[in-house]
C-alpha cells in the first residue's frame, strides 16, 4: 500500500481500510485551533461510530504532522475564545488518551509544541526518517507551558533526563534520536510509514481484540493523574457539557 | 566570613559562571550555605548564561556537616538552610551542570540532583545516598530524588537500598550524563554547557517558570515555610 495518499481530500478525513481508521491531516501545518479540533473531532466520531474499526492511525501529508497550536488565529482571539481554546484541546487530549480502540500517531514530519502533545497522547508513535524534526521550543520562544500540560508530558516521558532535554531545552530529535528515547516505537521511510504504524497497532493488537469499553477504562486509569490535572482546570470545566 | 567566602569562590569563563568549592569535605553547615548562596547571588546579578559547580581535591561534597550540626542548638539547627539551597539551584535560572570531581555522598548527592547536568571524573570518588546506612530519611528531599533519578532498578538499588557507584556505573544509570579523567572534568563541564546553551542561551524568566512547573512537587517540598529536615535529635 502506498504510504502517503496523494489522492486525499485537502482538510480533516478519515480514510478506512478493512479494520484500520486512518485520520489524514492534509491542512498544511494541520496547526490547532477551535474549527480544526471541531474536524478532528467529527473524524473521530466517524472512526467511532465503525464498529468494524480496530485501529486508529493519525498522520499528515506533507512536510507537517503538526506544528501545534495556531498561535496567530490565537493571537487575534480574545482572552474568552483563548480560553475556550484550551479547554476543547484538553477535551481532544483526553479523548485521544482514552480513545477506545489501539491508536498510533504516524509522523510523517514536523511536530512541534503542541503536535507534540498531540502524538504523545496516542499509545505508539512511529515516525518517518530523514526529514521532519520533533521538538518543544517553548523555551525558545519564551512561551511556557501550562502546568498541567507539563505533567502530562512528564508523565509521558520515559526519563527525567529525556524530559530535561526534550521539555526543558527544547532539544530537538530526528526519528533515530527519539527511537533512543523511547518516544517512537519503529522509524522508516516515509512510504512505509502508514504500513509500520498499522503492523506496530496490530502487535498490540493481539490475536483477541479488545472491548472497547474496557480499553477506554483501562486507558483512563492509566491516565488518571494527567486527566485529573486537565479536568480540574478552569477551562475544562467551562467547556465541558459544551459539544 | 571572608576568610570562608574564599572557599566558595567565582571565576567566570565566557559566560558560563563556575563555582569552586575549596573546604575540605565540603559539606553543608549555615556558614557554608551562606557562603554559597553569597556565590550564586553574585552569579545571578551577572550576565552569566550556565553555571557550573565543582569541589577540589577528593571531594565534591560530603554532605551535612554533622559535627557542626550536633553542636548546634534546637533553634540553630532549625534555620539550617539546606532545603531552600535545593531549591534554589532546583530552580535556577540557567542550565547547571555539577562537575562531580570526587565523593560525593548524601546531602552533596542530593545538591549535585539538584543541577540539570551532572559529569563526574572517573577513578576516584563515589557517587551515593546512603541515608538508608545512616538510618535517616530524605524527608523534604524525596521529591527531589524522584525526578531526578529514573524510576525502577535504578531508583530502588541508588535511593533506597543507598548502592555506592563509581563514575562508570552511575554513568550507566542514566543520572551522570558524561564521565572522563579529572584533568579533562572542567573542559567536559564546559562542553556540555556551550552545547546546552546553542548560539543565545536562555531567557531566564522562562527558564525558571520550566522547571518551577517540571520539578512542581519537589519546588513545592522544598519551598520555604514547608521544610522537614531529618529528625536531629536522631544524631
Partial sequence: ?243 | MPELQDKYRVEFVGDVAILRMNNGENRFSSPTITAINKALDEIEKSDAKALITIGSGRFYSNGIDLKWMSQQTADEALKFALVPLVNRVLTFPMPTIAAINGHCYAGGAIFALAHDYRVMRTRQGWFCLPEIHLKLTFSSFKHVIKCKIPQGRVFTDMAVFGKRYTAEQVKATGVVDDITEMAGLMDLALHMAKQCLGKSGYDRETLKILKTDLYEDAVKETSVGNQQLFNIAKL
Fill in chain 1, 1 to 243: 500500500m502506498a504510504g502517503e495518499s496523494t489522492s486525499c481530500p485537502p482538510g480533516y478525513s478519515v480514510e478506512f481500510r478493512d479494520d484500520v481508521a486512518i485520520l489524514w491531516m492534509n491542512n498544511g501545518e494541520n496547526r490547532f485551533n477551535i474549527d480544526t479540533i471541531a474536524e478532528i473531532n467529527r473524524a473521530l466520531d466517524t472512526v467511532e461510530g465503525s464498529s468494524l474499526t480496530r485501529i486508529l492511525i493519525t498522520t499528515g501529508v506533507g512536510k507537517f504532522y503538526s506544528n501545534g497550536f495556531d498561535l496567530n488565529w490565537l493571537g487575534n482571539q480574545g482572552p474568552e475564545i483563548n480560553e475556550e481554546f484550551v479547554g476543547r484541546l484538553y477535551k481532544l487530549w483526553i479523548r485521544l488518551m482514552t480513545f477506545p480502540v489501539p491508536t498510533v500517531a504516524a509522523i510523517n514530519g514536523h511536530c512541534y509544541a503542541g503536535g507534540g502533545l498531540f502524538a504523545l497522547c496516542h499509545d505508539h508513535r512511529v515516525m518517518r526518517t530523514q526529514r521532519g524534526w520533533w521538538c518543544f521550543p517553548e523555551i525558545h520562544i519564551k512561551l511556557p507551558f501550562r502546568p498541567e500540560m507539563m505533567n502530562l508530558l512528564q508523565n509521558k516521558l520515559s526519563s527525567p533526563a529525556v524530559a530535561r532535554d526534550m521539555l526543558l531545552f527544547g532539544k530537538k530529535y530526528v526519528a533515530e534520536d527519539l527511537l533512543k528515547v523511547d518516544v517512537v516505537d519503529d522509524i522508516c521511510e516515509q512510504s512505509s510509514l502508514i504500513e509500520v504504524a498499522i503492523n506496530r497497532a496490530r502487535t498490540t493488537l493481539g490475536k483477541d481484540n479488545y472491548s472497547r469499553d474496557m480499553l477506554t477504562r483501562m486507558k483512563e486509569d492509566i491516565n488518571n493523574n494527567s486527566i485529573e490535572r486537565l479536568v480540574s482546570t478552569p477551562y475544562y470545566q467551562a467547556v465541558k457539557s459544551k459539544l
